[in-house]
């Protein structure tokens, strides 16, 4: 451990809130009228794993930290275009699970801007369930 | 923007000889894109930063086997960039530990493009 972490540790604040119980995971909902290639339909998610984390890293560390520590978990669902991720961002939110889009940067493929991929959690797959349980794996 | 080629980028190879659905690509890319940022973000803090900032680059490219994808591992480790090698925990598709996805970066994207640049896009 390198002199910084270590008086981070020391200094850090403890983890405080409600320790997520459960299953968790990280959804990505993949905007499915774009008709994007496979290999950037990966680039796109892995933009809003990253993303997830780093938010999470703010704003939900204690879920960032349990969801790393079991694995990773993700999935990978369709979603039928924009306006249906941005009605089931607003789901989430309600649900107060963590969200985020990623807009593409249309270098190649597709548009400039066009809403490629909402990425939900890492929540627990009992909150995630009502969002995204119907929706179809990709 | 400053000179495109000096932006951070990283990249995502997959194992093509695995026939794995999109689905399944999708989220073991993503599991290499998080490990190497979280692994690059100790060693290579101002570099992460700077990736982020020019909008996060990354590229998806595949090779044929196992073989392949693990020479390139030890070429960019010995070219020093961050790698990370994807097991799966074999829950679905494969496997338990297939090595199915190797991600490089963020790094140089000259480095990276000397180590890839013959690789077929995914």
């Known amino acids: ?138 | 923007m400053a000179s495109t080629a000096d932006e951070p980028t990283m990249a995502l190879i997959v194992r093509h000889d695995l026939r794995l659905s999109v689905g399944k690509i999708a989220v073991q890319c993503a599991h290499a894109a998080v490990s190497c940022t979280l692994g690059a973000r100790k060693s290579h803090t101002r570099l992460v930063e700077r990736w982020r900032q020019t909008g996060a680059r990354k590229i998806c490219l595949k090779v044929e086997d196992l073989q392949a994808l693990q020479r390139l591992a030890g070429q960019a480790q010995s070219a020093g960039l961050v790698t990370h090698l994807v097991k799966d925990a074999g829950h679905t598709e494969v496997e338990p530990g297939t090595i199915t996805v190797l991600g490089i970066g963020p790094g140089p994207r000259r480095s990276i493009d000397a180590l890839v640049g013959e690789l077929k896009p995914y």
Not at chain 1, 38 to 64: F, R, T, W
């Open chain 1, 1 to 138: 451990m390198g002199l910084r972490s270590f008086i981070h540790r020391m200094t850090a604040p403890r983890l405080r809130g409600v320790l997520p119980g459960g299953d968790l995971k990280m959804v990505f909902v993949v905007n499915h009228s774009l008709k994007m290639g496979k290999g950037k339909i990966a680039a796109q998610v892995g933009h809003g794993a990253v993303q997830s984390v780093m938010e999470a890293g703010v704003k939900k560390p204690e879920y960032l930290e349990a969801w790393l520590a079991s694995g990773q978990k993700k999935i990978c669902v369709k979603g039928d275009d924009a306006d249906h991720l941005l009605r089931l961002e607003s789901q989430a939110k309600q649900n107060h699970i963590l969200t985020s889009c990623v807009r593409d940067a249309g270098h190649t493929q597709i548009p400039s801007g066009s809403f490629t991929i909402l990425a939900l959690g890492p929540a627990e797959s009992d909150a995630l369930e009502p969002i995204t349980g119907t929706l179809k794996l990709l």
